[in-house]
T-cell receptor, first 115, second 114 residues
Framework: EPEVTQTPSHQVTQMGQEVILRCVPI?????FYWYRQILGQKVEFLVS????????KSEIFDDQFSVERPDGSNFTLKIRSTKLEDSAMYFC?????????????FGPGTRLTVT | KQEVTQIPAALSVPEGENLVLNCSFT??????LQWFRQDPGKGLTSLLL?????REQTSGRLNASLDKSSGRSTLYIAASQPGDSATYLC?????????????FGTGTRLQVFP
């Protein structure tokens, strides 16, 4: 069964460093999302992406964050200058709404630890 | 602003019991509602999606109902098994003309013991 994959599974970085989290959505999906979950808290929406542009972003998604679909298969989240409070589990998701299936499928997540 | 709450926060039951997990949302204007399972340190596995026009959805031992007017959904798990132990999350999607993001609840942590 097709699934969303994410790399790396765990990333440790120092405060102020740039990180890139990578995702491979399900191949025929056209809608892509990033969410995050700080330990012990709710899963929070960050950004949605369709047709090579951001559809919506949350208040969390400030100028330090960016997303890109560099090729036909990858979808990336970049954090330019990480802060301690960016430590969280980051989930990528994709959906295929064009077919009427609105279900969002999530990847296994990348645990980001900022020290 | 849409708020999603799940009760109870944690539940521990013996194997074989039938369970009901609750999800409440403050704004009845939703496009759909999705139930997920999250194992410790893992990603989210989609269990069921209910469109706003539907009353319920079933998958195996799982049945999810939706009462939009009262802002509630329930996830019914029949004949629970230890393998059902996980955190169950519900998430609502506001009407599609506004957004396609999901707004998540706090989750119910379920433990089924043999």
């Amino acid at each position: 069964e097709p699934e969303v994959t994410q790399t790396p599974s765990h990333q440790v970085t120092q405060m102020g460093q740039e990180v890139i989290l990578r995702c491979v959505p399900i191949s025929n999906h056209l809608y892509f999302y990033w969410y995050r979950q700080i330990l012990g808290q709710k899963v929070e929406f960050l950004v949605s992406f369709y047709n090579n542009e951001i559809s919506e972003k949350s208040e969390i998604f400030d100028d330090q964050f960016s997303v890109e679909r560099p090729d036909g298969s990858n979808f990336t989240l970049k954090i330019r200058s990480t802060k301690l409070e960016d430590s969280a589990m980051y989930f990528c998701a994709s959906s295929d709404e064009g077919t009427g299936n609105y279900e969002q499928y999530f990847g296994p997540g990348t645990r980001l630890t900022v020290t | 602003k849409q708020e999603v709450t799940q009760i109870p926060a944690a539940l521990s039951v013996p194997e074989g019991e039938n369970l009901v997990l609750n999800c409440s949302f403050t704004d009845s204007a939703i496009y759909n509602l999705q139930w997920f399972r999250q194992d410790p340190g893992k990603g989210l596995t989609s269990l069921l999606l209910i469109q706003s026009s539907q009353r319920e959805q079933t998958s195996g031992r799982l049945n999810a109902s939706l009462d939009k007017s009262s802002g509630r959904s329930t996830l019914y798990i029949a004949a629970s098994q230890p393998g059902d132990s996980a955190t169950y999350l519900c998430a609502v999607r506001p009407p599609s003309y506004n957004t396609d993001k999901l707004i998540f609840g706090t989750g119910t942590r379920l433990q089924v013991f043999p």
